[in-house]
């Protein structure tokens, strides 16, 4: 298995309060992605960073940011946690990796554990 | 229209039976990543692949790229196969794009 970890696995913090999830990899990966996975809307890309200081927002972007200081480390804040933010929050890291000619890089990506937020 | 399409939604079988989900996807691919995830747990690497079949125990996964479809299937399967399966699509880029899921359940 790929060395990702998340902290805290399991959170519960009142509304209005600020929040930050920390991932990370002990696999030296460039790219890093922070997602939400809730009931019918399968997994959403929050943010996503393609190096150290290097990041962009992905489709649900609103209400979040990020912060990519080392290599190993992809942080994601809450500024002011609402309850719609209450999700399974997944991290994933890739790396770029030849691909069977003529077609381009593949990036597969390898899943941390998952934090479980609770925002009350 | 989704990119990702995945279907069935949600899929019942009795221990045993063999098992197929189908993945088809409009957007042209470099790969594509078939995932697992049991309830409440984390995701899990199945297989990636690019061209024609890979095969990996008692789940075999195909792809044709000209049809722009894939499949998982599942041989005599098992009550510990229940899990929702997800397709991902790599566009060429170091994104993913999601199909929504399968729900398994099988039952013994």
């Known amino acids: 298995d790929a060395g990702i970890t998340q902290s805290p696995r399991h959170k519960v913090t009142e509304t209005g309060t600020p929040v930050t999830l920390r991932c990370h990899q002990t696999?030296?990966?460039?790219?890093m992605y922070w997602y939400r996975q809730d009931p019918g809307h399968g997994l959403r890309l929050i943010h996503y960073?393609?190096?150290?200081?290097?990041?962009d927002k992905g489709e649900v972007s609103d209400g979040y940011s990020v912060s990519r200081s080392k290599t190993e480390d992809f942080l994601l804040t809450l500024e002011s946690a609402t309850s719609s933010q209450t999700s399974v929050y997944f991290c994933?890291?890739?790396?770029?990796?030849?691909?069977?000619?003529?077609?381009?890089?593949?990036?597969?990506?390898?899943f941390g554990p998952g934090t479980r937020l609770t925002v009350t | 229209k989704n990119e990702v399409e995945q279907s069935p939604q949600n899929l019942t079988a009795q221990e045993g039976e063999f098992i197929t989900i189908n993945c088809s996807y409009s957007?042209?691919?470099?790969?594509l990543h078939w995932l697992q995830q049991h309830p409440g747990g984390g995701i899990v690497s199945l297989f990636m692949?690019?061209?024609g079949k890979k095969k990996h125990g008692r789940l075999i996964a195909t792809i044709n790229i000209q049809e722009k479809h894939s499949s998982l299937h599942i041989t005599a399967s098992h009550p510990r196969d229940s899990a929702v399966y997800i397709c991902?699509?790599?566009?060429?880029?170091?994104?993913?794009?999601f199909g929504t899921g399968t729900r398994l359940k099988v039952l013994a």
């Open positions: 696999e030296n990966h460039r790219y």
């Open positions: 960073s393609y190096g150290v200081k290097d990041t």
């Open positions: 994933a890291i890739s790396e770029s990796r030849p691909g069977r000619e003529p077609l381009p890089p593949t990036y597969e990506q390898y």
């Open positions: 991902a699509v790599m566009g060429g880029t170091y994104k993913y794009i």
């Open positions: 957007v042209g691919i470099s790969a």
């Open positions: 692949l690019s061209s």
